[in-house]
């Protein structure tokens, strides 16, 4: 009953009331802002970026690469058209999926492979390692099977 007889006979008074308001408002966006901010760095942004990364593998999907479907179907590209792929699952069959129905690449076809290879023995970039490196993995996996078929003959 105090506030309002503030507020009718004292126009200070309401005056001064309004500009309290106005703070305790300021308060209440904050922590709204701040939820809104962490919603797109944590769920808005990533999947707009995940779902980008699928449209790119989508379009960059030819002849001869290994595929998983949405479904859990393993097979190889046949045939890529405009909205659908021809997908050989055994020798004789071929089904025709929607490209959208495309879960994963798990390897790429042999062109594509072999332009990889070449770029590697051509001296292309190294992203994990160094040359000696690789020739300690390469002589490590050499060396395993001879190991695991008995004593050399140098041995006995």
Not at 48 to 72: E, P, W, Y
Not at 76 to 93: F, P
């Amino acid at each position: 009953m105090n506030s309002l007889y503030l507020l009718s006979s004292n126009p200070e008074a309401a005056a001064g009331e309004g500009a309290a308001t106005g703070g305790s408002l300021l308060t209440t966006i904050i922590p709204f802002a701040l939820v809104i901010g962490i919603f797109y760095f944590l769920i808005i942004r990533p999947q707009n970026k995940k779902q980008k990364d699928t449209q790119r593998m989508l379009s960059a999907i030819k002849k001869g690469d290994k595929i998983v479907t949405i479904g859990g179907i393993h097979g190889t590209i046949y045939t890529v058209r405009d909205d659908s792929v021809i997908v050989k699952v055994d020798d004789g069959t071929k089904i025709e999926f929607s490209r959208s129905a495309v879960s994963s690449i798990v390897a790429e076809g042999k062109a594509a492979v072999e332009e990889k290879s070449a770029e590697g023995k051509a001296g292309g970039l190294k992203l994990f390692g160094s040359k000696k490196k690789d020739e300690a993995v390469d002589a490590v996996v050499v060396e395993e099977p001879e190991a695991a078929a008995g004593p050399s003959e140098e041995e006995k």
